[in-house]
């Protein structure tokens, strides 16, 4: 590990708003022991005792890590199942390939690769479904932890309308979320329990009821999906015919809160924005997904004129990837429209941040925050011959959101620890 305190020098970029981002081209990031940052600015206005630290010099840029706010671990291995749409996906590849972590072994693989690509991909949070299956979720949390991101985790929960092997007795999947929140909520300040039940048509009035008071007596994050497909919604009207919206089922069971992160929320009517502007919960949005599965467009315009936060998710598997660079590439192909690069930037970070209420510990680059950051390398030839002083905020972050591969994520940084260097295999 490297040591504690040092400092970072080099081209700073820190997206603080949907329309701002703070730029040092020539920037120094200080990191105190306990990984903290305790100057982040031009290098030469950075104090004496910070000038004297030992130095590590990059010419990457250095961002905030990315959050991902939504994504399924037992889904790694079924990402790009083409051809069928939400309902059909789930029944057809989902539900059997989720049929799988039965097998202690194979989720303990699937695990471990998981966190390893959520790690290459230069995400440093990530809000998470796990297996259904106790034991694989468990194994989820073992193998989060020794990844040493930051991670919320939650068994996925259902107790109706899927597959037998699925399937848990109301009763039985609340005792087994509780065992997994005592054990493993708030451990080391980076793992965190969001209770999880799956989506409405899959978890009966009394499950939805019981998770809600399961997350607010141990004051856990909760996840859920709604308004996602026009099929969904339509199902979602059958199994709840006294319903007045699909949202409208999660509040009365005392579902959404600030600490809740509804995932897609696309067809949405405006007393379910209403809804979430009122409850505070935040939203995930995950384009590739919506993109995948043909699920539809997410009416950025609407939200933009309520106060809601929005942080961006890859939901793999219906997302194709963890990589977060395609993930807001996909935010602005869904708008059908070109999108400032700011927009997409924010969300991935800052926003995402907000979004967990996790803001005054992660998603910028400032001083008392945690050195979460990543490196990314931006090739030469972008630049057009100017130097970076010459280049501005928006030429920076144009080039990050839409020409960044995997390869250019140089390093990846939790608390100020380096947990992932790029080696280039072809040394
Ligand atoms: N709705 C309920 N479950 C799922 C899931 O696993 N993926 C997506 N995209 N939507 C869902
Ligand atoms: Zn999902």
Redesign the pocket.
């Known amino acids: 590990m490297n040591a504690l305190p040092f400092r970072l020098s080099g081209p700073i970029l820190s997206p603080q708003s949907p329309s701002e981002c703070t730029w040092y081209p020539s920037g120094t990031l200080a990191i105190g022991e306990h990984g903290r940052i305790l100057f982040c600015g031009p290098c030469d206005t950075a104090p004496e005792d910070i000038r004297t630290l030992p130095a590590i010099t990059t010419d990457d840029i250095i961002l905030p890590g990315f959050v991902d706010l939504h994504t399924?671990l037992p889904?790694y291995d079924a990402r790009g199942k083409f051809g069928v749409t939400?309902l059909e996906?789930?029944e057809r590849f989902?539900y059997p390939e989720?049929e799988r972590f039965a097998d202690e072994e194979s989720a303990r693989d699937i695990s471990r690769r998981f966190f390893r690509a959520l790690l290459q991909a230069g995400t440093t949070t990530a809000f998470v479904?796990a297996p259904v299956q106790f034991r694989a979720a468990w194994v989820a949390f073992e193998e989060a932890e020794r990844s040493r991101l930051r991670v919320v985790l939650g068994k996925?929960q259902m107790d109706r309308n899927a597959p037998f092997s699925l399937l848990e007795s109301t009763h039985d999947s609340l005792r087994d979320a509780e065992r997994l929140i005592e054990a493993w909520h708030r451990k080391n300040g980076r793992l965190f329990y969001a209770v999880t039940p799956?989506?409405a048509?899959?978890c009966t009035p009394v499950l939805l009821r019981r998770c809600a008071l399961l997350a607010e007596r141990h004051g856990t994050f909760i996840q859920?999906?709604a308004n996602?497909?026009l099929a969904?919604i339509a199902r979602v009207r059958e199994l709840f015919p006294q319903a007045s919206s699909y949202l409208d089922i999660y509040a009365n069971a005392g579902l959404l809160c600030e600490r809740t992160i509804i995932?897609?929320n696309i067809h949405v009517s405006d007393d379910d924005l209403a809804l979430c502007e009122r409850t505070r919960c935040a939203i995930a949005h995950?384009p590739d997904?919506n993109l995948f599965?043909g699920?539809g467009r997410f009416p950025l315009e609407r939200y933009a004129e309520r106060d809601i936060r929005i942080g961006l998710g890859s939901?793999v598997?219906?997302?194709t990837t963890l990589f977060m660079p395609q993930i807001m590439r996909s935010m602005a192909w869904v708008q059908q429209r070109s999108l400032h690069p700011f927009i997409p930037l924010y969300h991935a970070t800052a926003g995402g941040a907000a979004a967990l209420g996790r803001e005054c510990d992660t998603g910028t680059l400032e001083k008392g925050k945690c050195a979460d950051l990543v490196t990314i390398r931006v090739d030469g030839h972008f630049s057009g011959g100017k130097t970076l002083e010459k280049l501005s905020a928006v030429e920076i972050a144009s080039a990050i959101v839409y020409r960044t591969q995997p390869c250019d994520i140089r390093s990846v940084w939790v608390e100020g620890e380096r947990l992932y260097e790029y080696q280039d295999e072809k040394r």
Do not use: V
Request: glycine letters at 8%; proline letters at 4%.
């Open positions: 399924h889904q939400l996906w789930l989902i989720e479904y996925t799956r989506f048509p899959t859920t999906h996602e497909s969904e995932a897609h995950c997904s599965l699920s939901d598997g219906a997302g």
